[in-house]
């Protein structure tokens, strides 16, 4: 299997306060799931993963290119490849639902296929008859699916998410999950925390924080 991330020796934290040290490897198609009770460092592990934050000590390695702060293409070039879900994830809000989404695929400059992958996302999140809706007008529950939609709209071949349930109620939630696993099979790499129970892909992962 290709190798896409290898955590060397790394450790995090807050100030001079450090929370975990860690080293694993997440390879093209794992489905990872990052456990742990609350405050062992799941959301800020997460950070490192999609290179919000970059380690103070240890080493981080994408597709086996050392990572540091000079490497600003290469950081780019691998934010292209991921699409994330953040349970406080920040949207537009003078944007409409359809804008925020759309704004994703331009930013990343993907625009192949847009306007049938939007309506297939907006349909199975149940956003259509919201879609020209400002974001402020929105539940908890409604901005979490527009994050999601946001997330997955450029075909990501790496998915991070961080508690992506949170919000949603059961029945999405479920559905949520059967997609993970589904586009896990295709080949997308899952990497994600969550406090819910579910039929976990064959290629499943715990990554246990303590």
């Not at 699409?83 to 994703?104: A, K, M, R």
């Not at 309506?119 to 149940?126: F, T, V």
Request: with cysteine; proline share 2%.
């Amino acid at each position: 299997m290709k190798e896409i991330i290898n955590i060397s020796d790394v450790s995090l934290g807050y100030k001079d306060k450090e929370l975990l040290k860690v080293n694993f490897k997440i390879y093209k198609g794992d489905f990872c799931i990052i456990s742990g009770n609350n405050a062992t460092g799941k959301s800020l592990l997460l950070k490192l993963l999609y290179m919000k934050i970059l380690p103070k000590k240890g080493n981080i390695f994408l597709f086996g290119k050392k990572i540091d702060e000079k490497n600003k293409n290469e950081i780019l070039d691998y934010r292209k490849n991921i699409g994330v879900i953040l349970h406080d994830d920040t949207l537009i809000p003078f944007f409409t639902v359809y804008q925020n989404i759309e704004l994703s695929s331009e930013i990343q400059n993907s625009k192949k296929d847009f306007l049938k992958r939007i309506s297939e996302i907006l349909n199975w999140l149940d956003l259509t008859k919201i879609k020209n809706s400002y974001i402020n007008q929105l539940s908890s529950g409604e901005r979490q699916k527009v994050s999601i939609a946001r997330a997955l709209i450029n075909n990501p071949s790496i998915i991070i998410a961080d508690q992506p349930e949170s919000y949603l109620d059961d029945e999405t939630t479920k559905k949520l999950f059967f997609l993970f696993n589904s586009i896990n099979k295709l080949g997308t790499t899952i990497i994600l925390s969550t406090n819910k129970p579910f039929n976990k892909s064959e290629n499943c992962r715990i990554i246990e924080l303590e």
